[in-house]
């Protein structure tokens, strides 16, 4: 292989790639190139986990993850050098790598991406990517769609939080994909024990109280690739309707 080649295989998957129809060579090769540009020590290694453990399936959604978010950083930093911490990129491609969902994978490689800095020692979505790799694709879609509707704003002490959110039963089942109420309970529980959001539903009756809390706000806006203040970003999405 020449010092060309090798270059842009730091994931070591173009054997892998030949075998996944889906994942083009200039999609395998691209994706190389962008984790060895923003952590090669972080690229070196996940590279030999795809080669000696990794299937051929995690490999492509590893792939597809880090192409998206070289999408989201080169809108932008437009040319700003940026770097992540190499345990960063590792949790997010380990944990992403099991998302085959295009939902869940944008939401990872928004993470990915909010962990590149200049400097390239910011740790902090360590505590968001712990986050993210316990929630199902029903519950992310849960948390996305407070975050979107639920009305935000600046607490006195410079805080993000929400006004009281709340939604019914059946919208919040057309909104998860899910067609069981106990389950849909379920999964407001554990988004409750997240402490992500308030208390779900009550059992009097079908209005559930599903409130966004910071964190939440926060992992929503991280994950979105956004790296500023989440009061900017919140601000800036309902800046016609913010409600102070």
Not at 93 to 119: H, I, V
Not at 128 to 133: E, M, P
Not at 195 to 209: P, T, Y
Request: glycine share 6%; net charge negative.
């Amino acid at each position: 292989m020449s010092d060309e080649n090798k270059s842009l295989d730091i994931l070591g998957v173009k054997p892998i790639a030949n075998s996944v129809n889906t994942v083009t060579k200039g999609t395998v090769d691209g994706a190389s190139a962008f984790l060895s540009r923003i952590c090669l020590p972080a690229a070196e290694e996940f590279g030999l986990l795809l080669k000696d453990k990794v299937s051929s399936w995690r490999a492509k959604n590893a792939v597809e993850i880090a192409s998206k978010a070289q999408a989201l950083l080169e809108e932008q930093v437009q040319g700003l050098v940026v770097s992540a911490h190499p345990r960063i990129i590792y949790s997010t491609l380990e944990n992403g790598s099991w998302a085959e969902d295009d939902f869940m994978q944008n939401l990872w490689a928004g993470l990915l991406a909010s962990s590149c800095t200049p400097e390239g020692k910011d740790e902090s979505n360590i505590i968001l990517i712990n986050l993210l790799s316990q929630l199902t694709s029903s519950q992310a879609r849960i948390v996305a769609h407070i975050c979107q509707n639920a009305n935000t704003y600046m607490g006195k002490a410079g805080f993000i939080t929400s006004e009281f959110f709340y939604l019914e039963a059946d919208q919040l089942l057309e909104i998860s994909g899910i067609d069981d109420i106990h389950q849909l309970d379920r999964e407001l529980d554990h988004l409750r024990g997240l402490e992500l959001i308030n208390s779900g539903f009550n059992v009097d009756n079908l209005k559930a109280d599903v409130t966004p809390h910071a964190l939440c706000l926060q992992l929503y806006a991280r994950s979105q690739g956004y790296v500023g203040s989440p009061i900017e970003f919140y601000e800036a999405k309902e800046k016609s309707s913010n409600k102070k």
